[in-house]
């Protein structure tokens, strides 16, 4: 998944393997695989770099270890207080 932002700001993640085009209109347009258009603020040259990171880090195993640590450092964290709910 790639990170993006939408007009209005708000992130936005993207599995970048239901990415079908990117136009530029003048904003970047994305379609997805199931005709569903986003528009993010940017350009179509950055979510390409985006894309090409991802898949370099998945392929390389940089992104898999990454996990890996998170998910090892979430077992040794200390348990969290129950949340109240009223």
Not at 19 to 31: H, S
């Amino acid at each position: 998944m790639i990170q993006l932002t939408r007009l209005n700001n708000h992130p936005l993640m993207v599995n970048s393997d239901l990415i079908k085009f990117v136009e530029k209109a003048p904003d970047t347009v994305l379609t997805l695989v199931s005709g569903e258009k986003i528009v993010v603020l940017e350009t179509s040259q950055q979510v390409l770099e985006k894309i090409v990171e991802y898949r370099r880090a998945i392929l390389s195993g940089t992104f898999l270890h990454s996990l890996e640590a998170t998910a090892a450092a979430a077992k040794d964290a200390p348990p969290r207080a129950p949340i109240a709910t009223d």
